[in-house]
């Protein structure tokens, strides 16, 4: 055993000891630390500084209480939170999760994973992701409101356009960021650049809100790009019908694909004549309603209650996951496979269990790990905070043409970082390396703090 894994295995025999009670954030450190080790091999400097166990430990988390009334005068209580992870290349950064299943674990894995994602990007922005398991399917709007204006009263403590910059994820849209803005600015005072993925009227970036879902199939163009090839008349699964599935499904409809599928936490649609995307943001943008709705109103579409989208044969060349974590299972991978999936673009963070991630690899598939594939999320929200920095807002060509930038450059990264490892085609090894190196460095650089 070389000295870089017999240190990684150290430290993630030490973790899974300390945190043996959270699954998922063991989950990301055992898909992240294995592919560091012939980088770590390369840098025995970082092994002496011990640089790993700094890594791995959150420089902050923040638990509160969120007290709020519902509709019927009750009083409720949830929890909220905010991991400020690492700061080595910027303020922290990232979303804020409002779901049922928030725990620390989830929370800490999606810090974890954020802190690659965004030395990706290039941007100078740390790590961080936050929320609640408050879970607004169902409330009122006066009740989301008032539940953001509690989690707004203690989060604007440990918030700051320099310090600390949540937006959005699951749960967490354009409603919930202006009222979280809203009481930020009543308690503190108007300052654009304390959240992004703001409404376009009070600061938001143009595209953020499709950056996401529109940044995972840029990804893919600039691999299809390498391979000689286009998305014209390729059939895509795509899951999930939230703003990424939906941005996904408008990009790859553009680019010449057929996106086939969505799904929601009741079921998936399977529309054998591609996804109608006017009907979709219609009753998910506009009518805040279930899938069931679409069945209903598309004589081509078949709605299945209770499964999982990955459990459906139907042949495809393109899996775009973009629901959450953990949505793909190995054999589910399998059957991605036997369906003739040949690349995977993870529009969500983690949706594909180690094994399925490492079987995908195995099997020659391209395999495109959220921190790479769902980075232009971020991305376009450092952009929101340099067009807020600068008092302007851009055009929504100008934000795209960069945000095209960042995914190829991206890309770029995770293909030459594989290839100098001797391990062409593994974007996992390239995404983590690639994002760890910049982040060591500026660790490495700043000291023991
Ligand atoms: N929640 C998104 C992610 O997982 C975006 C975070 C942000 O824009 O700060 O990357």
């Given at each position: 055993m070389t000295k870089a894994s017999a240190y990684v295995k150290e430290i993630q025999a030490k973790i899974h000891e300390k945190d043996q009670h959270q699954p998922e954030f063991l989950q990301a450190i055992d898909e992240f630390l294995p592919t560091i080790v012939p980088f770590l091999e390369e840098h025995p400097e970082y092994i002496e500084s011990n640089i790993l166990a700094l890594l791995t430990e959150p420089e902050r988390f923040i638990q509160f209480r969120v007290p709020w009334q519902d509709d019927q005068g009750n009083w409720q209580v949830n929890r909220g939170y905010r991991i400020q992870f690492n700061s080595a290349m910027g303020p922290y950064k990232g979303g804020?999760?409002?779901h049922p299943s928030v725990n620390l674990s989830i929370l800490k894995f999606l810090a974890f994973e954020q802190i690659f994602k965004n030395s990706l990007t290039g941007l100078p922005i740390g790590g961080g992701k936050g929320g609640s398991d408050f879970d607004p399917k169902g409330k009122s709007d006066a009740e989301v409101m008032r539940f953001c204006q509690s989690f707004m009263t203690e989060l604007s403590k440990h918030i700051g356009p320099d310090?600390?910059?949540?937006?959005?994820?699951?749960g967490v849209g354009g409603r919930e960021i202006g009222y979280l803005f809203g009481a930020y600015k009543r308690l503190k005072q108007y300052d654009a650049g304390i959240l992004t993925g703001k409404p376009l009227d009070f600061w938001g970036s143009k595209n953020r809100t499709e950056a996401t879902g529109y940044g995972a199939v840029y990804f893919v163009k600039h691999l299809l790009t390498d391979l000689g090839e286009t998305f014209e008349g390729k059939k895509a699964i795509v899951s999930g019908s939230g703003n990424v599935a939906i941005y996904a499904i408008e990009k790859l409809q553009e680019l010449g694909a057929i996106p086939v599928t969505c799904s929601d936490s009741s079921g998936f649609i399977y529309d054998k004549d591609g996804i109608d995307l006017a009907l979709l943001k219609e009753i998910k943008e506009v009518k805040r309603e279930r899938?069931?709705?679409?069945?209903?109103?598309?004589?081509?579409?078949?709605?299945?209650?209770?499964a999982s989208v990955w459990d459906f044969d139907t042949p495809a060349e393109l899996a775009f996951p973009c629901a959450t974590q953990n949505e793909i299972d190995l054999s589910q991978a399998k059957r991605a496979k036997a369906n003739g999936v040949r690349v995977v673009s993870e529009g969500a963070n983690m949706p594909s269990s180690l094994e399925a991630a490492e079987y995908f690899i195995e099997e020659g598939i391209f395999y495109c790990p959220g921190k790479a594939a769902n980075a232009g999320g971020v991305a376009v929200s450092a952009l929101e905070m340099s067009q807020n920095s600068q008092r302007l807002q851009w055009e929504k060509a100008e934000v795209d043409a960069?945000?095209?930038?960042?995914?190829?450059?991206?890309?770029e990264a995770c293909r030459d970082t594989a290839e100098t490892f001797d391990q062409k085609n593994n974007f996992m090894l390239g995404a983590n390396v690639a994002g760890f190196e910049k982040v060591a460095k500026a660790m490495f650089a700043q000291g023991l703090v």
């Open positions: 804020l999760r409002f310090l600390d910059v949540p937006a959005g994820d699951i899938l069931t709705a679409y069945a209903k109103e598309r004589p081509s579409a078949e709605y299945h209650e209770g960069k945000l095209d930038d960042i995914m190829k450059s991206i890309y």
